[in-house]
Structures are given as C-alpha cells and as structure tokens.
Nanobody
C-alpha cells in the first residue's frame, strides 16, 4: 500500500498562488491514479483534480478549472497541485489520494480511492 503525505499549505491572500505537494512511498507510484480532494467542516469531500497513470488523462472539478493544474513526477514519486488566482472559497483541507485503478464515471468520487494522506490546510483571506 502506498503512503501519502501532503505539504505546501498555508495562508495566502485572494488572488495569490500556492503549490501543494504529495510525497508517496511504499508503493509503485507510477502505477496509481492520483487525485486531489478538499474538505471544509460540515461538508462532503470535494473533488479538485485527478491525473491517471501512464498518461491516461487529467480531470478537474468545475470550480477550479483554468486556475489549478495537477502534475506528477513519477521519478520523484510526487504529485503536485499548482493553485493560482486563489479565492476565499478555496479555503479547505486538501487531501492527496491514490487508486490502483479508476474509471471515468467514478474518478471524482472519494470512494474510488483507497489511499489518503493526512491533509494540508489552505486558507485564502479576502
């Protein structure tokens, strides 16, 4: 099983940028479909972005399209999320997730992922 650890969260003003990283260990990173989700208190975990293994495609949630970019470095076993033009509504705990295999119809569902990091807090001030 792959272990995941997020970093890079923090406090930023609206309109600013942050880059989140997720370091993977204990598994073959390149063989996993990877994703970012976020969650605020009292709400369900929200899909942010996903990147399939072996160049299988990238997917974004509607609320982040055009502002966030997901990328992966298989050699370094790292997943990244570049977040630009941040808004106060982007404030959340951001989680990295991994799945050995996903299908398009479920790629945005938290239940499609068996492995999760502990999360990193992102706070965007207005």
């Amino acid at each position: 099983q792959v272990q995941l650890g997020e970093s890079g969260g923090g406090l930023v003003q609206a309109g600013g940028s942050l880059r989140l990283s997720c370091a993977a260990s204990g598994g073959t990173f390149r063989s996993y479909d990877m994703a970012w989700f976020r969650q605020t208190p009292g709400k369900e975990r929200e899909f942010v972005a996903a990147m399939r293994k072996y160049g299988g495609g990238t997917y974004y949630g509607d609320s982040v399209k055009g502002r966030f970019t997901i990328s992966r470095d298989n050699a370094k076993a790292t997943l990244s999320l570049q977040m630009n033009s941040l808004k106060p509504e982007d404030t959340a705990v951001y989680y990295c997730a991994a799945s050995s295999s996903t299908i398009t119809s479920t790629i945005a569902r938290p239940t499609a992922y068996a492995n999760w990091g502990q999360g990193t807090q992102v706070t965007v001030s207005s």
